[in-house]
């Protein structure tokens, strides 16, 4: 059973609220203390249904009776303390909209990387959040687990990336803040990059062996480094548009390896 302080926090000079202001939007907090923010229900329930441990809650005083709040203070272990704040308070901490006030705190994970055999999505300074929020949703949709990312690709646990992902993240194993050498290094699958200097397309591409796709920053693409040691591949564009979006051109590359694999009609 949770550990729970029932007596409502009304300062903001309080040090787990001020913790909590920082984590919601600072990186360098975020990287500093190795903690995340999950805002709302929805992350919640995805966090208890992990193997991660959530180390706070806190909740809004009107929201204690609400039976979704109920229901997810129930699960939770006697290693979690729950705070309760003043609705001023809280409302004056949260990023989201209205809906249900309640947060967690949690340990962002770091598992330790080694050799790499099996599919894997590589961000290459994917710089915007819900882009790769997008792109880890998808990737844990078909299935690639394993995602590496280089040192400028935008933190895939930041709460603006758990929220695009939907929670996405706790089902898949997350590499950051790697550099090319170490992706090169450990991934022995062969590499393959969205171009449009290329002439082969992804549909006359054979995906249905272990591949590591490589989605590059919005502006400049995949790095050089990364293209001289991948196959480049090409999404057709007749209407010839010049490139598509990071996110896009991603789940059509992981829908396409899936179809290959699971939903050929040859």
């Known amino acids: 059973m949770a550990i729970f302080a029932f007596e409502p926090i009304s300062?903001?000079?309080?040090?787990?609220?001020?913790?909590?202001?920082?984590?919601?939007?600072?990186s360098r907090q975020r990287k500093k203390s190795g903690?995340?923010?999950?805002?709302?229900a929805h992350l919640i329930d995805a966090a208890?249904?992990?193997?991660?441990?959530?180390n706070q809650v806190m909740v809004a005083e009107s929201m204690h009776h609400h039976p979704e709040v109920q229901a997810l203070l129930s699960r939770l272990t006697e290693t979690t303390t729950v705070l309760t704040l003043t609705d001023?308070?809280?409302?004056?901490?949260?990023?989201?909209?209205?809906?249900?006030?309640?947060?967690?705190?949690?340990?962002?994970?770091?598992?330790?990387?080694?050799?790499?055999?099996?599919?894997?999505?590589?961000?290459?300074?994917?710089?915007d959040s819900g882009n790769v929020g997008?792109?880890?949703?998808?990737?844990?949709?078909?299935?690639?687990?394993?995602?590496?990312?280089?040192?400028?690709?935008?933190?895939?646990?930041?709460?603006?990336?758990?929220r695009a992902g939907m929670g996405a993240q706790f089902s898949l194993s997350i590499?950051?803040?790697?550099?090319?050498?170490?992706?090169?290094?450990?991934?022995?699958?062969?590499?393959?990059?969205?171009?449009?200097h290329t002439k082969t397309l992804i549909y006359d591409y054979d995906l249905q062996s272990?591949?590591?796709?490589?989605?590059?920053?919005?502006?400049?693409?995949?790095?050089?480094?990364?293209?001289q040691s991948a196959t480049a591949i090409a999404l057709p564009q007749p209407n010839g548009q010049e490139s598509l979006n990071v996110a896009i051109a991603g789940s059509l590359c992981l829908y396409e390896t899936l179809r290959q694999r699971h939903y050929s009609s040859k």
Not at 11 to 22: E, I, R, T, Y
Not at 48 to 54: D, G, K, M, Q, V
Request: with cysteine; glycine share 6%; aromatic share 4%.
């Open 210 to 227: 272990p591949l590591a796709w490589v989605m590059g920053h919005e502006g400049q693409g995949v790095s050089q480094n990364f293209l």
């Open 88 to 127: 001023a308070l809280y409302s004056s901490v949260k990023t989201l909209g209205t809906g249900i006030d309640i947060l967690a705190i949690i340990d962002i994970p770091t598992p330790k990387l080694t050799a790499i055999h099996n599919d894997c999505l590589i961000l290459n300074d994917v710089q």
């Open 134 to 162: 997008a792109l880890l949703r998808t990737a844990a949709a078909v299935g690639v687990n394993t995602i590496l990312c280089t040192t400028q690709t935008a933190q895939a646990w930041s709460p603006k990336t758990l």
């Open 11 to 26: 300062s903001d000079k309080n040090p787990q609220v001020k913790l909590v202001k920082a984590l919601l939007s600072q």
């Open 35 to 40: 903690q995340t923010i999950l805002e709302g």
């Open 175 to 196: 590499f950051e803040g790697l550099s090319i050498d170490d992706v090169l290094a450990h991934v022995k699958v062969p590499l393959l990059a969205t171009s449009s």
């Open 48 to 54: 208890l249904n992990s193997p991660l441990t959530i």
